[in-house]
């Protein structure tokens, strides 16, 4: 096969519809346009989405600002502050977090964060951290681990 050989499928092609060419075309006098109306005008038709003068879906519908990212993750929060709880050199991780009662349950990932004060040094395992977090934890003299 040569590059000039090549066709387009059976029926991809259509030939365009020439209205207004006589009578004899099958498509004259009116020119497809049926007869009167809005539709049949030169300009004529309606914008999308206009239903006829009755109040569009569009503006019946409360209106929503922004918009929802459906790759977000949401996290179980837990500030530094929150942390004095456990004994010095503790080993922190969620599920320790789940039976002090600072995080409901294991169903989210836990992240980190820099609200509060820590006053001893703590190994913190969790998921995500923020940088005033971690600078917090080994300020302290601790360690912030990540875990997967």
Known sequence: MKQNELRPPEGAKHKRKRVGRG???????????????QKSRSGGGVRPLFEGGQNPLVKRLPYKRGFTNIFRTECAIVN?????????????????LVSAGIVKGLK????VLG???LTHQLVVKANKFSQTAR????GAG?????IT
Do not use: M, W
């Open 80 to 96: 530094i502050g929150r942390l004095n709880v456990f004994p010095e050199g503790a080993e922190v991780t969620p599920q320790e």
């Open 135 to 138: 600078n917090k934890i080994e």
């Open 23 to 37: 009578v004899g075309s099958g498509h004259g006098t009116y020119s497809c346009r049926g007869l009167k109306g």
């Open 115 to 117: 609200q509060g004060e």
């Open 108 to 111: 989210d990932p836990v992240k």
């Open 142 to 146: 601790g360690r912030a681990e990540v």
